[in-house]
T-cell receptor
Framework: NAGVTQTPKFQVLKTGQSMTLQCAQD?????MYWYRQDPGMGLRLIYY???????DKGEVPNGYNVSRLNKREFSLRLESAAPSQTSVYFC????????????FGPGTRLLVL | SQKIEQNSEALNIQEGKTATLTCNYT??????LQWYRQDPGRGPVFLLL?????KEKRKERLKVTFDTTLKQSLFHITASQPADSATYLC??????????FGSGTKLNVKP
């Protein structure tokens, strides 16, 4: 099993450009999450999907959109990138039921100039 | 929103000693609390979970305590090794999909 995979690993954007960060998991997990991690701050939840076909806002959703394409894939889209969105983005997944453990991907480093 | 405090200064200890990391929070207590390890350039990796009705949890050289009165969790690594050097994050869970993470404490174990 590859676990949680993210593409790309690193991306540089200019202000105003758009892009989509891809995430896939092969563990048959129901829930998937997008976080951002900034220096000196904890991981902050952007959006999550509790199950295929549903998405909900997290703590910092402004400037982002998400799509739960199927059970495996959960993408994060920046429609018009801003320098404040420079960060490391992590995708995570979690199995259904009473287990609360999240499995994280390796992250995508995004630099917006 | 929840405020979580982890010591932002790195913790430097000698190999073989016990490392103790602290996680303090304000406001309402979580249903459970998790500890993760994060290595540079990688995603967090789950270590331990403790629920609000549990005082202590152990796994091999790891021990977590949870005091809802003090609003604090302590994370211990006994007989520490240089391979334990990493950043350790605590995360508060309020339901299956609502998590708040601390900024982490960097642990350096010197041989």
């Amino acid at each position: 099993n590859a676990g949680v995979t993210q593409t790309p690993k690193f991306q540089v954007l200019k202000t105003g450009q758009s892009m989509t960060l891809q995430c896939a998991q092969d563990m048959n997990h129901n829930s998937m999450y997008w976080y951002r991690q900034d220096p000196g701050m904890g991981l902050r939840l952007i959006y999550y999907s509790a199950s295929e076909g549903t998405t909900d806002k997290g703590e910092v959703p402004n400037g982002y959109n998400v799509s739960r394409l199927n059970k495996r894939e959960f993408s994060l889209r920046l429609e018009s990138a801003a320098p404040s969105q420079t960060s490391v983005y992590f995708c995570a997944s979690r199995p259904a039921g009473a287990q609360e453990t999240q499995y994280f991907g390796p992250g995508t480093r995004l630099l917006v100039l | 929103s929840q405020k979580i405090e982890q010591n932002s200064e790195a913790l430097n200890i000698q190999e073989g000693k016990t490392a103790t990391l602290t996680c303090n929070y304000t406001n309402y207590s979580p249903a459970y609390l998790q500890w993760y390890r994060q290595d540079p350039g990688r995603g967090p990796v789950f270590l331990l979970l403790i629920r609000e009705n549990e005082k202590e949890k152990r796994k091999e050289r790891l021990k977590v305590t949870f005091d809802t009165t003090l609003k604090q969790s302590l994370f211990h690594i006994t007989a520490s090794q240089p391979a334990d050097s990493a950043t350790y994050l605590c995360a508060l869970g309020y339901n299956f999909n609502k998590f708040y993470f601390g900024s982490g404490t960097k642990l350096n174990v010197k041989p």
